[in-house]
Nanobody, 125 residues
Framework: QVQLVESGGGLVQPGGSLRLSCAASRFTLDNYAIGWFRQAPGKEREGVSVISSSDGNTYYADSVKGRFTISRDNAKNTVYLQMNSLKPEDTAVYYC??????????????????WGQGTQVTVSS
């Protein structure tokens, strides 16, 4: 069974940092573009960042540009989301998802075939 597992969430103060990990089992991540999404209570799931399968192309939502960095370690079959200068509005459940080599519309949910269960990120003092 194909599985994506997110980890690294938690409670952090405003201005703090977290690094989320997305690990795959039973399939190889380097054949897929990987997206990070988030969903806050009462809101729709939204795209945060995407990294391509091979050439390292990245894409970010305007709300996180300059603060978040997506990266991948294919040897570890893991994708990371480094989140710095966190704000209370970043509070959400964060999900990773695997799609094609590079989605035609990076944050379109239907572009992604596999989803993790999510990890909670709470930014609060």
């Amino acid at each position: 069974q194909v599985q994506l597992v997110e980890s690294g969430g938690g409670l952090v103060q405003p201005g703090g940092s977290l690094r989320l990990s997305c690990a795959a089992s039973r399939f190889t991540l380097d054949n897929y573009a990987i997206g990070w999404f988030r969903q806050a209570p009462g809101k729709e799931r939204e795209g945060v960042s995407v990294i391509s399968s091979s050439d390292g192309n990245t894409y970010y939502a305007d709300s996180v540009k300059g603060r978040f960095t997506i990266s991948r370690d294919n040897a570890k079959n893991t994708v990371y989301l480094q989140m710095n200068s966190l704000k209370p509005e970043d509070t959400a459940v964060y999900y990773c998802a695997a799609g094609g080599l590079w989605p035609s519309t990076p944050f379109l949910l239907s572009e992604y075939d596999y989803w993790g269960q999510g990890t909670q990120v709470t930014v609060s003092s």
